[in-house]
């Protein structure tokens, strides 16, 4: 598969990714093998989310033993510093990772959520 350089980041991707939001509603061992299948194929840009209920385990279980081979992007949508240091904590866990590549701010659908992240003391 092709890869190209994400963005400014600097790290270097699948052309095609893997969105992990359909994963929730698979069973686990489904979800496994989809994710197993994806990486057979060249994929290894995985994008998840803390409120993708069992996603991120599913995905741990997935990269078990392999993280290295991988970028994994996350996201999460607390407003204040600690409720977002809290969901970075939670991914980690749930993929049983120690680190997560790119993060990023979710759901942000209206003004006042924005001046929320970005105010003193916000996310």
């Known amino acids: 598969m092709r890869k190209v350089v994400l963005g400014k980041s600097g790290l270097e991707v699948s052309a095609v990714g893997f969105g992990a939001i359909p994963i929730q509603r698979v069973s686990h ?4 093998a989809a994710l197993q299948r994806a990486f057979e194929l060249g994929v290894n840009f995985v994008d998840t989310a803390d409120s993708y209920s069992d996603s991120q385990r599913k995905i741990g279980q997935a990269i078990k033993g392999r993280r290295d081979e991988f970028v994994l992007a996350s996201k999460g949508g607390a407003g204040s510093k600690q409720g977002m240091i809290d969901q970075i904590d939670n991914s980690l866990v749930e993929m049983g990772v120690d680190y997560i590549d790119l993060y990023q701010f979710h759901n942000i659908g209206y003004a006042e959520k ?3 992240i970005t105010a003193p003391g916000g996310a």
């Open 114 to 116: 924005w001046e929320q």
């Open 29 to 32: 061992d489904d979800a496994v």
